[in-house]
């Protein structure tokens, strides 16, 4: 069984967008900042965020990663006043999207709250994010218990790892028909230098591994690098 995360139910929300042809990097930015971030921040739910950038050359360029203190407040009254009263270019802006993919998952480990993993203090700069589908959920938990989580921990500039599981989301345009996966894993580094290292393959190249993926039905590997953090 994975580390017991502490109750309420904590989650994170990933937003995958790609932009449209009608807006800018500079506007997307700026309508993030400016209007579509503060009123979200403000919950006490809404605990900290990281907009991210793709380092790895695939699409969706951007990630707006959000960690929740409870996730019953998707969905809230709150949330869905803040969606009603958006700026009107804010909702231009999300409605030229090219692409989108949402996933609120609940949170099922995360290497703060084990006692066995060391806390760092270092500024996590880059995150790499998998996720991934299995027939054997429980052979995957016991993997990462057991082999992954510690060979991560033992790569040069790790920061932090938390694994999540899928409970509701969605795809807008060229994201339609994507499988969303159930299971994503985020891992924390200092650099990007870690993406070369030797340290990184060895984690993904054990015996134990190999057997897992046996099970597994869709897989998907993601770099991205931290383009602000919001709290």
Known sequence: MSTPVPSPNPGGLFIFVELGAETTEAEFHDINEKEHDPPRMALPEFVGATRY???DGQKPTWL???SISDLSVIGSPPIV???EQRSEREA???KAFSGLERRVCSLVYDSLSDPSAPKVEAKPGVAVIVGLNTSDPDGLDKWYNEEHLALIRNVPGWVRTRRYK???GGL???MEGKVIPTFTTVSEFTSED???SEELKKAGSTEWRDKVMKDVTFIERRAFKAYKVLA
Do not use: T
């Open 53 to 55: 950038r793709a380092i």
């Open 64 to 66: 707006n990663l959000v």
């Open 81 to 83: 006043a803040i969606m």
């Open 92 to 94: 231009k802006m999300s």
């Open 166 to 168: 899928f409970v509701d």
């Open 172 to 174: 807008v345009g060229f």
């Open 194 to 196: 870690v993406l070369a």
